[in-house]
């Protein structure tokens, strides 16, 4: 492979520098010699993808331990509650379910993909998923949740993006659609021992209704990291009186008195920077804030396209307002919203030019 680069260094330019495969050039210029290596060749799609790099090891539970039983062959699962399985991710409560193809047609069937204990589904992204459980007739505050170390810890006033997908058990009776992942700066595994502990996550599922037992449904969301955050864990996190829960028609005599997800492929992503994401000429004010009268505005140099918007979210990502940038000043009635912090988010055609935090009172 060649690569061609153009260099502009100062008042001399340099064009046509090119690297060829992984070996390394040198171009003679007067009396001076420059050196360039062929990693540029890898360097430049590594520095954009950055952004998009997941935060999440094993994402979809694929690695097993290979450590557990010296000189055997990596273990399938086949019983309950054998995350320990599974590289990376733990037990935060309860009894985390692991399933794998290699299980189908085993001695211990109960625990493969697609077909097992609890029902039967592929798995979104490669050949396994695990399961936790959301409520319990006979413990209503009964929960089950996963948790994992980042890659590294989130960095303050980041924004990232929350996405994980689950499937509802076919021997669920319930559904429970306050499904969420928690980020916190130490591990909840201490935990463990408990039937329930209280939270409030940085991304729940409020736009998607979860009672789906065919397909595979995404839950999402975008937060502004507080710095520090380490481990995240998924579950649900409310009380009983609290969640939304629906009941399923309970004819038939595979179900039973509780709701339980099929978990997979979780990703977390850095998507922007509270402050300047996109065009560095770009010159926005957002006024006043925090807010006098109920009355938020956008001041902005920008030239907007019929795609330029405006939005108005949570710290969870959920849009609360939203309107077409077109004149110079644009205004949101902020008057019905709740005192608390919120992001003002500026795109173009969907992509984020500018996240600033508002103040509401």
């Given at each position: 492979m060649v690569t061609c680069l153009n260099y502009?260094?100062?008042s001399r330019s340099f064009s046509d520098i090119c690297v060829l495969g992984t070996g390394i050039s040198t171009l003679s210029l007067g009396s001076l010699t420059?050196?360039?290596?062929?990693?540029?060749?890898?360097?430049?799609?590594?520095?954009?993808?950055?952004?998009?790099?997941?935060l999440v090891p094993n994402e979809s539970f694929e690695e097993r331990d290979s450590t557990i039983v010296?000189?055997?062959?990596?273990?399938?699962?086949?019983?309950?509650?054998?995350?320990?399985?599974?590289?990376?991710?733990?037990?935060?409560?309860?009894?985390?379910?692991?399933?794998?193809?290699?299980?189908?047609?085993?001695?211990?069937?109960?625990?493969?993909?697609?077909?097992?204990?609890?029902?039967?589904?592929?798995?979104?992204?490669?050949?396994?998923?695990?399961?936790?459980?959301?409520?319990?007739d006979n413990h209503l505050?009964?929960?089950?949740?996963?948790?994992?170390?980042?890659?590294?810890?989130?960095?303050?006033?980041?924004?990232?993006?929350?996405?994980?997908?689950v499937n509802l058990t076919d021997d669920s009776r319930y559904v429970v659609q306050e499904i969420g992942g928690l980020l916190t700066q130490e591990t909840t595994s201490d935990y463990s021992g408990s039937l329930f502990f209280s939270a409030e996550p940085?991304?729940?599922?409020?736009?998607?209704?979860?009672?789906?037992?065919d397909d595979w449904l995404e839950v999402s969301g975008e937060f502004i990291a507080t710095g520090g955050e380490e481990y995240l864990t998924i579950g649900c996190f409310r009380e009983y009186q609290n969640l939304t829960v629906d009941t399923l028609d309970?004819?038939?005599?595979?179900?039973?008195?509780?709701?339980?997800?099929?978990?997979?492929?979780?990703?977390?992503?850095?998507?922007?920077?509270?402050?300047?994401?996109g065009a560095e000429a770009l010159e926005t004010t957002v006024y006043p804030n925090p807010t006098a009268d109920g009355s938020l505005y956008l001041q902005h140099n920008l030239t907007p396209s019929s795609t330029t918007t405006w939005q108005l979210t949570d710290l969870r990502g959920r849009v609360l307002l939203s309107q077409?940038?077109?004149?110079?000043?644009?205004?949101?009635?902020?008057?019905?919203?709740?005192?608390?912090?919120?992001?003002?988010?500026?795109?173009?055609?969907?992509?984020?030019l500018r996240t600033d935090k508002v103040v509401v009172k």
């Open positions: 502009s260094m100062f420059y050196l360039f290596c062929a990693l540029a060749t890898v360097m430049l799609p590594t520095l954009a993808s950055a952004q998009t790099r997941n010296i000189g055997q062959p990596v273990p399938c699962p086949n019983e309950s509650g054998e995350i320990s399985l599974v590289t990376e991710w733990v037990s935060a409560g309860g009894s985390i379910d692991y399933f794998h193809s290699c299980a189908v047609g085993s001695e211990y069937p109960d625990y493969g993909v697609p077909t097992n204990l609890f029902g039967s589904q592929q798995a979104y992204d490669g050949e396994a998923y695990v399961l936790f459980g959301a409520i319990a505050n009964w929960r089950e949740w996963i948790e994992v170390q980042l890659k590294e810890p989130l960095k303050k006033d980041e924004v990232y993006e929350l996405s994980f997908y940085q991304v729940e599922n409020t736009s998607v209704d979860l009672n789906e037992k309970y004819s038939s005599p595979m179900y039973v008195n509780n709701c339980s997800y099929y978990l997979d492929m979780v990703s977390l992503v850095k998507v922007g920077t509270v402050g300047i994401e077409p940038v077109g004149t110079s000043t644009v205004e949101f009635d902020v008057s019905h919203l709740s005192s608390g912090v919120y992001l003002s988010r500026l795109l173009e055609d969907g992509v984020p």
